[in-house]
Nanobody, 123 residues
């Protein structure tokens, strides 16, 4: 089970930290990712991290502003977001896939999804 939290209504240029707590499995065995979905748009890749955090990848639109990390001891995935823009408004989802130490970029690659947390950025 994946439980995302940390979203909210913020102003442009603010920061947020999203969290995703994973239960029911061995967190360190899962590659993790963050995706987002804006109204009327398809779910899109935001960031991904490998099992032991040795590898990360980001969408071009968030590079330099978003940082994905994980704490395997706490079974928690994070997404630190800075310099928020109105176009970052979306529901943010965390996802998990059991696998080797790589990251995955596509929704079809993930086995488990959280319920999402809403991030709304006002200008």
């Amino acid at each position: 089970q994946l439980q995302a939290s940390g979203g909210g209504l913020v102003q442009a240029r603010d920061s947020l930290r999203l969290s995703c707590v994973v239960s029911g499995g061995t967190f360190s065995l899962y590659a993790m990712g963050w995706f987002r979905q804006a109204p009327g748009k398809e779910r899109e890749f935001v960031a991904a991290i490998s099992r032991i955090a040795s590898r990360t990848e980001y969408a071009d639109s968030v590079k330099g502003r978003f940082t994905i990390s994980r704490d395997n001891a706490k079974n928690t995935l994070y997404l630190q977001i800075t310099s928020l823009k109105p176009e970052d408004t979306a529901v943010y989802y965390c996802a998990a896939r059991f696998g080797v130490n790589v990251y995955y970029l596509y929704t079809k690659d993930y086995d488990y999804w959280g319920q999402g947390t809403q991030v709304t950025v006002s200008s």
